[in-house]
T-cell receptor, first 113, second 113 residues
Framework: GENVEQHPSTLSVQEGDSAVIKCTYSDSASNYFPWYKQELGKRPQLIIDIRSNVGEKKDQRIAVTLNKTAKHFSLHITETQPEDSAVYFCAASKDTGFQKLVFGTGTRLLVSP | DAGVTQSPTHLIKTRGQHVTLRCSPISGHKSVSWYQQVLGQGPQFIFQYYEKEERGRGNFPDRFSARQFPNYSSELNVNALLLGDSALYLC????????????FGDGTRLSIL
């Protein structure tokens, strides 16, 4: 089955710096890749997603890139702010008549003022 | 508009008991998925329901079951609880059962003593 690896497990940056989180997936049939932000004790919040027919997507300070050949996708956060501190999860799924999101192990991002 | 709502927020049970968790999807969404999130890990897929029918099942034992009602709300049932069932149980809704964005509720924190 699908396996998603995520790196790094923790990431510490200074406010204003950029942060990059990388994920690799195993199933070449995967075609939908969302990213979730989960603050302590709260729900995973969908922050951006990308489909396999697109190489890059941007939403203000957040961008996601997808390399289908290498089977990896990345989350880029620019001009980080303390409120960006959270655990970020990548996920992958494919069309099988239903949607099973397979999640990475998470990246704890800490943005210091 | 209300997001995904789950009840109860917290639950304490003992080994061998059973539990029922409830989820109401976002208005207009017809699909509900259930995930188990163990502390420090990403969510693991349990079930997806669409239009009251089970569309997909993850690698969980038969002690786990679910159903979806005509109003698209859903219940997750777990029988013969084990210590290892202690986790955050998340419900996510999406407009259809395919590769559509899934939006999560706050979850039910289940503790088994």
């Amino acid at each position: 089955g699908e396996n998603v690896e995520q790196h790094p497990s923790t990431l510490s940056v200074q406010e204003g710096d950029s942060a990059v989180i990388k994920c690799t997936y195993s199933d070449s049939a995967s075609n939908y890749f969302p990213w979730y932000k989960q603050e302590l004790g709260k729900r995973p919040q969908l922050i951006i997603d990308i489909r396999s027919n697109v190489g890059e997507k941007k939403d203000q300070r957040i961008a996601v890139t997808l390399n289908k050949t290498a089977k990896h996708f990345s989350l880029h956060i620019t001009e980080t702010q303390p409120e960006d501190s959270a655990v970020y999860f990548c996920a992958a799924s494919k069309d099988t008549g239903f949607q099973k999101l397979v999640f990475g192990t998470g990246t704890r991002l800490l943005v210091s003022p | 508009d209300a997001g995904v709502t789950q009840s109860p927020t917290h639950l304490i049970k003992t080994r061998g008991q059973h539990v029922t968790l409830r989820c109401s999807p976002i208005s207009g969404h017809k699909s509900v998925s259930w995930y188990q999130q163990v502390l420090g890990q990403g969510p693991q897929f349990i079930f997806q329901y669409y239009e009251k029918e089970e569309r997909g099942r993850g690698n969980f034992p038969d002690r786990f079951s679910a159903r979806q009602f005509p109003n698209y709300s859903s219940e997750l049932n777990v029988n013969a609880l084990l210590l290892g069932d202690s986790a955050l149980y998340l419900c996510a809704s999406s407009s259809t059962g395919g590769s559509q964005p899934q939006h999560f509720g706050d979850g039910t924190r289940l503790s088994i003593l």
